[in-house]
């Protein structure tokens, strides 16, 4: 028997759902945006749900718990899934081992569509194995992929490296 579950289990009740819920708890983050943690979908929310499936079905992996993050203003006139940041982790398992690696997906004004980022928690490392990943590592990815959020959501130029 796979020991798989109880790896992905003990990584999302010890370590993911805990960071993701003290991340949608801090009050700076509340002033402008609400958030919720997704442990198992759907959503409550209709647009965010929808942003969830597209990111899995673009994924094509597993997915795991998601957080998702909803401006409190959104300029009139863009798409009605404007102003969501979704994230989601999805997993890839390999024999008895199994890697977490998280991904965002969000609407930009730009170009009128949604993009799909797949990360890692280290750039460094390929697989990153579930028992190795932190409580830092999942701050520290949220974070960086919403601030790039922010900065470049509503922009009307592209983001840097956009071809």
């Given at each position: 028997m796979s020991e798989t579950p109880e790896k992905v289990k003990a990584f999302e009740q010890d370590v993911l759902l805990p960071a993701l819920r003290e991340i949608s708890a801090a009050p700076a983050l509340l002033k402008d945006y609400s958030a919720e943690v997704v442990a198992r979908r759907p959503s409550a929310d209709a647009a965010a749900e929808e942003l969830l499936g597209e990111l899995a079905g673009v994924m094509r992996r597993d997915a795991g718990p998601s957080l998702v993050l909803t401006s409190r203003t959104v300029p009139d006139g863009l798409s009605r899934l404007a102003g969501r940041y979704v994230?989601?982790?999805?997993?890839?398992?390999?024999?008895?081992?199994?890697?977490?690696?998280?991904?965002?997906?969000?609407?930009?004004?730009?170009?009128?569509?949604?993009?799909?980022?797949?990360?890692?928690?280290?750039?460094?490392?390929?697989?990153?194995y579930v028992e190795d990943v932190t409580r830092e590592h999942a701050f520290n990815?949220?974070?960086r992929s919403f601030d790039f959020y922010k900065i470049h959501a509503f922009s009307e130029k592209p983001f840097p490296g956009y071809r």
């Open positions: 994230m989601t982790v999805f997993y890839e398992e390999d024999e008895n081992q199994v890697a977490a690696s998280p991904a965002v997906m969000f609407w930009m004004r730009f170009n009128n569509k949604l993009h799909a980022f797949n990360h890692r928690y280290d750039n460094d490392v390929a697989f990153h990815h949220v974070l």
